[in-house]
């Protein structure tokens, strides 16, 4: 199970922190978003473990992922938002493992998928 939180209203330029907490450990997190009209969007991803994380162009340098292992969450610190950010943001989390499988660019690799945390960027 994935709970994801920290959604909200936020100007542009501004931040935002997301945080999904899972139920259970496992080899890949990631992170997804949609926006109305859009089809889904991966943003970034964390491989346990070895902790390698991976981002979409669109975030590069803005995004951060990270994953505390003992608590099994993972935060996506969001920094510099655009008004193209917004939308609704899933955690996902699966057992791939690599930066081919392991990446924003295969939601497939997900096996597990949070509700969503809306984000809105004015």
């Known amino acids: 199970q994935l709970v994801e939180s920290g959604g909200g209203s936020v100007q542009a330029g501004g931040s935002l922190r997301l945080s999904c907490a899972a139920s259970a450990y496992t080899n890949c997190v990631g992170w997804f978003r949609q926006a109305p009209g859009k089809e889904r969007e991966g943003v970034a991803a964390v491989t346990s473990g070895r902790r390698a994380t991976y981002y979409a162009d669109s975030v590069k340098g803005r995004f951060t992922i990270s994953q505390d292992n003992t608590k099994n969450t993972v935060a996506l610190q969001m920094n510099s938002l655009k008004v193209e950010d917004a939308g609704m943001y899933y955690c996902?989390?699966?057992?791939?493992?690599?930066?081919?499988?392991?990446?924003?660019?295969?939601?497939?690799?997900?096996?597990?998928w949070g509700q969503g945390t809306q984000v809105t960027v004015s």
């Open positions: 996902a989390a699966g057992s791939v493992t690599g930066p081919l499988f392991c990446t924003p660019r295969n939601p497939n690799g997900m096996d597990y």
